[in-house]
């Protein structure tokens, strides 16, 4: 009510205002952006639905049905407000009678927990290499984790997680080598399935976590109150871990908070390497099909 009664708007609310305004023209030229690029891919909806032998009239049914012969403007306003509704239509590619709200839902609990678990596990990674990069700056173990990080950053996905089904799965046998059971009939056997894909993805998520731990720990040991407690007598490991590391929490969810957000719909080669049912190999099928 703040925001909408004049009473209130003082220089706080006009500021999130402005944000909030500003987020919403950015949803909504993306969904312009979205539906309009609808009309460049070539196809007939309906051609696809019935096939190219279909009749003239059959395909007028199924347009009429789809609404492909109102105006544009109708359409998209159909579209978005079915959008905003969690409605996506069905699919035309899988089982007949399955919207696409049902695919992706079903497809959620396993891209879900493995893009959370890739991130703690990068951070699980990263946290403590960079902390003791940061703390022997230009030295060996600083060169060699940086090393390590460049060398994480290099490997492409497919190969590295090719290289820890052989070795993890086939190898040694600690790890399903793909596919994973339903979280409903084996939730301890899900889990086993998500964690050696999870690494797979956590390696260059850490390599980039581990590029960016020192430089903002190296911003805190710099400030006034770090040179006044190792003047104190502090001992090193408590002015990193305690202080240092602390300050660089900050710009560490920040990068890791939007690699999570990346990697919901960007897990699409790791999934198809491990055989996962996730949103990522949902998408290719949806391509392919």
Request: hydrophobic fraction near 55%; charge should be neutral.
């Amino acid at each position: 009510m703040c925001w909408i009664w004049p009473p209130c708007t003082g220089p706080s609310n006009m500021y999130w205002l402005k944000k909030l305004a500003g987020m919403l023209a950015t949803l909504l030229l993306v969904s312009m952006l979205t539906f309009g690029a609808l009309y460049l891919i070539p196809g007939d909806p309906a051609v696809l639905i019935l096939g190219t032998e279909a009749e003239p009239h059959d395909l007028e049914l199924v347009r009429s049905q789809l609404g492909l012969d109102r105006p544009v403007t109708a359409q998209y306003t159909r579209w978005l407000s079915d959008a905003v509704h969690g409605d996506f239509g069905d699919s035309i590619t899988f089982s007949k009678g399955y919207s696409v709200s049902r695919l992706v839902a079903s497809a959620l609990p396993v891209t879900i927990p493995l893009a959370v678990a890739a991130i703690f596990l990068s951070l699980l990674l990263a946290t403590p290499l960079g902390a003791f990069a940061a703390s022997r700056r230009g030295g060996k173990l600083d060169s060699l984790i940086l090393t390590l990080a460049q060398t994480g950053l290099s490997i492409p996905a497919f190969w590295l997680g090719i290289l820890a089904i052989q070795f993890f799965a086939v190898d040694l046998g600690w790890f399903p080598p793909g596919s994973m059971p339903k979280w409903s009939a084996d939730p301890a056997g899900a889990a086993v399935s998500l964690l050696l894909p999870a690494l797979v993805l956590a390696v260059p998520r850490a390599a980039i976590l581990t590029r960016i731990v020192p430089t903002a720990m190296l911003e805190a040991l710099g400030e006034e109150y770090i040179r006044t407690a190792r003047g104190k007598g502090v001992s090193e490991w408590v002015i990193v871990s305690k202080h240092a590391l602390k300050n660089a929490l900050v710009s560490i969810s920040t990068v890791a908070g939007i690699q999570l957000i990346q990697l919901l719909a960007g897990t699409i080669v790791i999934e198809q390497v491990f055989s996962l049912p996730g949103l990522g190999r949902l998408i290719l099928s949806s391509v392919l099909l």
